[in-house]
């Protein structure tokens, strides 16, 4: 079984920034991906970004040249920058990790975290 706790979340101003991390506990060996979700009220959970145990990353458009996604294998904790935030990042930001389980995987969330942009 494995844990998330996620921290970071706050209120802030159009153009403020935060940081979000995310780190794991319990039987891991190793992490696949590691990203963020967010879901803002009335939408669908979308990807924000996504980062593999190559540290290869993936952004979705909204966020590219502001967020950046980043992991401590050390401390399996995953980071989200965030910067030049606006009103339309404001969301329930979730963690996701991929554990290898077998041959396949296993997805674990985090309970959400809740940045507020606001003026």
């Known amino acids: 079984q494995v844990q998330l706790v996620e921290s970071g979340g706050d209120s802030v101003q159009p153009g403020g920034s935060l940081r979000l991390s995310c780190s794991a506990s319990?039987?891991?060996?190793?992490?696949?991906?590691m990203g963020w979700y967010r879901q803002a009220p009335g939408k669908q959970r979308e990807l924000v970004a996504t980062i593999t145990s190559g540290e290869k990353t993936n952004y979705v458009d909204s966020v590219k040249g502001r967020f950046t996604i980043s992991r401590d294998n050390a401390k399996n904790t995953v980071y989200l920058q965030m910067n030049s935030l606006k009103l339309e990042d404001t969301a329930v930001y979730y963690c996701h990790v991929e554990v290898p389980y077998g041959l396949g995987s296993i997805d674990y969330w985090g309970q959400g975290t809740q940045v507020t942009v606001s003026s």
């Open positions: 319990g039987s891991i060996f190793s992490i696949n991906a």
